[in-house]
């Protein structure tokens, strides 16, 4: 099969990337490079033999389309995107520019090159807003409520979804995502917070627990995610999916297991809480199981190991 990973280049498109060439199938991946890094599809370029093509592109360019179009991929996996919470509140119309009409390029591609299928990487931490603690975990027939620029850009790309299916029969998968964490996630960038607790215990600096350190968060390992993606290709269609594991844990319970997994002693700092930042959050993923025949199968202290053995390498430690 003929595949496009835009965002190939990232922590979980490249991810991806290595999953599609696995399995036989031909690879496009569109990335500006911005966020990504072509270290990331080291091992791709390595293994690809000849399927693998990359193309250093803004997606808020019109030539994405001509790509597009010319590339004739009968799946997008649509990934690319500003990706930061904060960055959005600070300047929307950039956020707009690059995940609304950044993503009305791939589907105006999408049309062009009569691609069967787009699934869409979608925010399952912003999609819901806040909900009530007794909606936890909160299904994808909760009210759509983001409280963030960077949450509503995610929701009108699904509403577009909604729309180009109906009016071009161009199907969709939407992925709403849980806090994906796993090896090739950038510390130092929008990043998640066990990619920069692994930093800290690795390096033995101070971490810092922002807040009292028990707001909740649904950590997912990005191999089950990548794999929900692949199952999304052909199942799914016209829906939206949770991609998360259903259960809450605690930010000091998070850093409790990776310093147990670590063998650090380093003890966290605690700051004030950030503006704006979610008390729980959890995906109720029954119709991702139902739909994909998916679940996710890392659990958290398997995919911290990966991650520490990762930063490791990266570091030479």
Known sequence: ????????????????????????HEVDVVDDLSAGTLANLAEARVAAEGSLSIHQLDIRLSDVVDLIARRRP??????AAQADVRVSVEMPAFDAEVNIIGSLNVLQGARAAGTERVVFAASGGTLYGEPDPADLPVRESHA???????????????????????????????L????????RQDPHGEAGVVAIFADRLVGGTAATIFGDG????????????VDGFVRAASKGGGLIMNIGTGRETSVNELFST???????????????????????????IERAKIQ??????TDLATGIAAVLDFVRSRDGS
């Open 1 to 24: 099969m003929r595949t496009m990973v835009t965002g190939g280049a990232g922590f979980i498109g490249s991810t991806l990337v290595d999953r599609l060439l696995a399995e036989g």
């Open 74 to 79: 009968q799946v997008i996996f649509h990934l």
């Open 144 to 174: 759509h409520r983001p409280l963030s620029p960077y949450g509503v850009s995610k929701k009108a790309v699904i509403d577009y979804l909604i729309a180009y299916r109906e009016l071009y029969a161009l199907e969709f998968a939407a």
């Open 176 to 183: 709403a995502m849980a806090n994906v964490y796993g090896p």
């Open 214 to 225: 028990e707001q909740t968060r649904d950590f997912v390992y990005v191999d089950d995610v």
């Open 258 to 284: 990776m310093r147990s997994v670590a063998g650090a002693k380093i003890v966290a700092d605690y700051a004030p809480p950030r503006a704006g930042e979610l008390a729980r959050c959890a995906l109720d």
């Open 292 to 297: 994909l025949g998916w679940e996710p199968w």
